[in-house]
């Protein structure tokens, strides 16, 4: 049995470590950039609103690119960056390979910010009010972003490849990868949610609409089927809706579709599946407010994951390379 001043150390060493991790997230706040950059909201979202209007489909690239940085190290930004020859970056990862997209969008963001406040917001946070404006956008809910992270200067694709759960992930695996990064079940089935918009490539729903036909509608799966052979490497790029109803609209019909056994992705369908989140799918499936409420808890708990503030990273005046 441990001795006592052991026990006292040990406590100690643990709440020293709670208020590490805790730091940063209480380093961000709304008001960050008030004073140093006022003008910065408008000038995201004028830029977020004409990319949208051009193609409904990049308000979701361009929230999934905010999912995609947090999940790996944290919202740094990194997903950003190119690769260089002392690092391979997360572009090219399993989760991001041919499907990442928004880039270019980002860029003429940090382009138009860094006319108006040089040097002063970093790419992290540009990603994270463009992941809010395009929620605004497609019809859900706003929230205040906090602000203040600083961007990494290195990425890492191996952490790509381990962070983000593929869309073969059981509800165990999404449950246990969302609790490590201080995420519930109920952020997961929230956030999960973001799916009411955007779109799947062929090769992440292939094995479910061949192979699950007990958990998939077969009017569904015929659907899908005729757009997405079964023959890996033929039609692998091809696209369908995650959200067949309204795919460029953000409300709450992804639930409908899990309790109607539509869910595309296997990961998706998961959450409705005689498991522990089933009480929570219904609740959203039959209360947009429900869903829109939690949605916006769960997108700021994510904000909050890991960010590099004070003098930790840089504001990179590129987003695509350290400075």
């Known amino acids: 049995m441990a001795s006592s001043s052991t026990t006292v150390f040990a406590s100690v060493v643990g709440l020293a470590l709670l208020l590490f991790v805790g730091s940063g997230s209480a380093q961000l706040n ?4 008030s004073k140093s950059c006022p003008q910065l909201q408008e000038t995201i979202y004028r830029v977020v609103e004409a990319a949208v209007r051009r193609e409904a489909r990049m308000g979701a690239s361009l929230l999934r690119l905010f999912f995609h940085d947090c999940f790996v190290n944290g919202c740094d930004g990194s997903i950003l960056l190119d690769d260089t020859s002392s690092f391979t970056g ?3 990862a ?3 390979r041919n499907s990442a997209r928004g880039f270019d969008v980002i860029d003429s963001i940090k382009s138009a910010v860094e006319k108006a406040c040089p040097g002063t917001v970093s790419c992290a946070d540009v990603l994270a009010v463009a992941a809010r404006d395009s929620t605004v956008l497609l019809g859900g809910p706003s929230w205040n972003v906090k602000l203040g992270r600083r961007d990494a200067r290195t990425a890492s694709q191996s952490a790509a490849n381990n962070g983000i759960p593929p869309p073969t992930s059981n509800l165990t695996r999404l449950v246990s ?28 729903f292939r094995a479910r609409i061949y ?11 015929r659907t899908r089927q005729s757009n997405c052979p079964s023959r890996s490497g033929s039609g692998d790029n091809n696209l369908a809706p995650l959200d067949a109803q309204s795919p460029t609209t953000f409300d709450n019909s992804y639930f409908g579709n899990l309790v109607s056994r539509r869910g595309l ?9 005689g498991g522990s989140t089933d009480s929570i799918v219904r609740s959203y499936s039959g209360s947009q407010g429900a869903f829109r409420s939690d949605f916006v808890s769960g997108m700021v708990k994510m904000g909050d994951i890991s960010p590099l503030t004070g003098s930790q990273g840089e504001i990179r005046r590129n987003c695509r390379r350290p400075n």
């Open 30 to 33: 709304t008001n960050f950039y």
């Open 90 to 92: 997360e572009k090219n």
């Open 94 to 96: 399993n989760p991001n």
């Open 177 to 204: 990868r969302f609790n490590a990064l201080g995420l519930s079940a109920r952020d997961l089935v929230a956030l999960s949610g973001s799916h009411t918009v955007g779109q799947a490539r062929c090769t992440s």
């Open 211 to 221: 192979n699950e036909r007990n958990t998939l509608d077969a009017s569904l799966a």
């Open 265 to 273: 992705l296997h990961s998706d369908q998961q959450l409705f599946s």
